[in-house]
């Protein structure tokens, strides 16, 4: 029976390594160059509301997140809603996510009311808009990933000639 050619490394740990980077590269969604439009946390007492104006630099898509921070208690009730001057154009009737697609650069007008009832009548929300460009490509794969694999398939290559020179898997144990 001939033992496998190849130094332990090679035949077991560096494949291992480099089917785990594949894997979590593979499973990551690519990034988008987003722009942040707006971040505002505030306080609401008693039922109010706010109106925020945001520009918007080109077309694109707007992302719009409403949080209720639930401090003290969370709102009764937390709404918003994105508008131009002269219309409406996408309604949330609670927290979470909207995504309003924008088809010209332009003042948009964001609107977020709440009512607090709890013992304190008040209550803390959180907002942010970002904003994505038509045309606006991924975000490429950091250099230090390209530099990591190339890293890798170096090792590979190194101890594969180094137990190539040493003749076998024996003599390369008794050196390393």
């Not at 050619?5 to 690519?30: D, M, T």
């Not at 160059?33 to 707007?62: C, H, K, R, Y």
């Not at 003290?72 to 995504?99: C, F, K």
Request: hydrophobic share 50%.
């Amino acid at each position: 029976m001939t033992e496998p050619k190849g130094h332990p490394f090679c035949r077991r740990v560096l494949p291992g390594a480099c089917a785990l980077l594949v894997l979590a590269l593979a499973a990551e969604k690519p990034a988008h160059a987003d722009t942040v439009l707006l971040g505002q946390t505030g306080l609401i007492t008693g039922s109010e509301s706010f109106v925020f104006s945001v520009l918007v630099p080109s077309a694109g898509t707007m992302d719009v997140q409403l949080t209720d921070i639930a401090w003290p208690d969370r709102l009764s009730s937390l709404s918003g809603g994105i508008t131009t001057a002269t219309s409406v154009l996408q309604e949330m009737a609670a927290p979470g996510n909207m995504l309003v697609s924008i088809g010209a650069a332009g003042t948009y007008y964001l609107h977020i009311a709440g009512v607090a009832q709890d013992a304190l009548d008040m209550g803390l929300y959180s907002v942010r808009v970002d904003f994505q460009g038509e045309g606006a490509s991924t975000v490429p794969l950091p250099g230090a990933a390209w530099l990591f694999i190339a890293g890798l398939a170096a090792l590979a290559a190194v101890l594969r000639s180094s137990t190539l020179w040493l003749g076998n898997r024996r003599e390369c144990a008794a050196v390393c």
